[in-house]
């Protein structure tokens, strides 16, 4: 988690020097106890009401607006980053020190709102959740789209799907479809990588990029089409479209022309090399000539329907 550089005026104008002399690992620890509530994870923590390390191993979040979160536990955990210095620091979050990967998808959807920055999920919308993972993004969205909207909650990871149907549940949930599937292309079935480092990053691909070198762990898991999918739903037509498939953009786009005809709004994660080419290389000229107006922000491209 990179600390953020909106740093006071104050202490931005003090003299390098007074850094300079000292130890890469001391400086660090230094700039935390200084700045530590610019992070992401500190505007976290002031959302939270409760969390805590449950004794059959899952992590639980609830934050002030009553949302509650389940989560698996990291599979390795490191003390010698700027996360690891700023956790301790934390009120609410700092007991949950192998718990990262969840503590970072929540700031994915509390903090930087990543995949609603060009669209506001309205009352009534039909939401595909294409890698759904815990179901951060689908609980957010559940709750947007009221007992007139859909959301489809996608999800391939057995692991991942435990915890899906654990936090629908837990929060009362009864607009949520659990597809426990894969996105790709075509229909059929595929290995999937699971990573043994944390619950993201489980992918079709093998490789460091994917957190997947180190891969313990397949699993076989049916694949469809996104059309498919919400054709099998009996949903109306789509009205927004998040996907985050570690690469699996490349194919999942090929099979879903159907989906795409309707007035829908993405958001769609593209920084991934799939075959020694970036996905957004593929996807972005994909989605205009589609007729769609792009806006890429980083990892991220946003697309809705030229007027």
Same mark, same amino acid.
């Given at each position: 988690?990179?600390?953020?550089? &909106?740093?006071?005026?104050?202490?931005?104008?003090?003299? $390098?020097t007074i850094?300079?002399? *000292?130890?890469?690992?001391?400086?660090?620890?230094?700039?935390?106890?200084?700045?530590? &509530?610019?992070? !992401?994870?500190?505007?976290?923590? /002031?959302?939270?009401?409760?969390?805590?390390q449950? +004794?059959?191993?899952? /992590?639980?979040?609830?934050?002030?607006?009553?949302?509650?979160?389940?989560?698996?536990?990291?599979g390795?955990?490191?003390e010698?980053?700027?996360?690891?210095? %700023?956790?301790?620091?934390?009120?609410?979050? !700092?007991?949950?020190?192998?718990? &990262?990967?969840?503590?970072?998808?929540?700031?994915?959807q509390?903090?930087? =709102?990543e995949?609603?920055?060009?669209?506001?999920?309205?009352?009534?919308?039909?939401?595909?959740?294409?890698g759904?993972?815990?179901?951060?993004?689908?609980?957010?969205?559940?709750?947007?789209?009221?007992?007139?909207?859909?959301?489809i909650?996608?999800?391939?990871?057995?692991?991942?799907?435990?915890? *899906?149907?654990?936090?629908?549940? $837990?929060?009362?949930?009864?607009?949520?479809?659990?597809?426990?599937?894969?996105?790709?292309? /075509?229909?059929?079935? *595929?290995?999937?990588?699971? #990573?043994?480092?944390?619950?993201?990053?489980?992918?079709?691909?093998? #490789?460091? !990029?994917?957190?997947?070198?180190?891969?313990?762990?397949? +699993?076989?898991?049916?694949?469809?089409?996104?059309?498919?999918?919400?054709?099998?739903?009996?949903?109306?037509?789509?009205?927004? *479209?998040?996907?985050?498939?570690?690469? =699996?953009?490349?194919? =999942?786009?090929?099979?879903?022309?159907?989906?795409?005809?309707?007035?829908?709004k993405?958001?769609?994660?593209? #920084?991934?090399?799939?075959?020694?080419?970036?996905?957004?290389? %593929?996807?972005?000229?994909?989605?205009?000539?589609k007729?769609?107006?792009?806006?890429r922000?980083?990892?991220?491209?946003?697309?809705?329907?030229?007027?």
């Amino acid at each position: 988690m990179k600390i953020a550089s &909106r740093f006071p005026q104050k202490i931005k104008s003090m003299p $390098a020097t007074i850094y300079s002399s *000292l130890p890469g690992k001391t400086l660090k620890r230094l700039l935390v106890s200084i700045y530590f &509530r610019y992070t !992401q994870l500190y505007s976290l923590d /002031t959302m939270v009401a409760k969390a805590e390390q449950l +004794q059959d191993g899952a /992590t639980f979040i609830e934050l002030k607006n009553g949302i509650k979160y389940y989560g698996a536990q990291d599979g390795i955990a490191s003390e010698q980053d700027v996360t690891h210095d %700023v956790i301790q620091k934390l009120d609410k979050l !700092q007991k949950l020190e192998h718990s &990262r990967t969840i503590l970072g998808v929540l700031c994915t959807q509390y903090v930087k =709102a990543e995949y609603e920055k060009c669209y506001k999920l309205q009352k009534g919308d039909i939401v595909v959740d294409a890698g759904a993972h815990i179901g951060t993004f689908t609980i957010k969205a559940a709750k947007a789209v009221g007992d007139k909207g859909r959301v489809i909650a996608i999800e391939p990871s057995e692991n991942n799907l435990e915890f *899906l149907s654990r936090n629908i549940e $837990a929060n009362g949930l009864q607009n949520v479809t659990i597809v426990p599937k894969g996105v790709w292309g /075509t229909k059929g079935t *595929l290995k999937l990588s699971i #990573s043994c480092r944390r619950t993201t990053g489980h992918s079709f691909y093998t #490789s460091e !990029q994917f957190g997947t070198e180190d891969t313990e762990e397949y +699993q076989e898991v049916e694949v469809d089409t996104i059309d498919n999918i919400v054709r099998q739903s009996g949903v109306g037509p789509v009205n927004f *479209l998040k996907m985050d498939i570690e690469g =699996a953009e490349v194919e =999942a786009i090929k099979g879903m022309d159907e989906t795409m005809s309707g007035d829908v709004k993405l958001a769609m994660e593209i #920084s991934h090399i799939v075959a020694g080419h970036g996905t957004y290389q %593929v996807v972005i000229p994909w989605l205009k000539n589609k007729g769609f107006q792009v806006h890429r922000d980083g990892r991220m491209v946003y697309a809705r329907k030229n007027n």
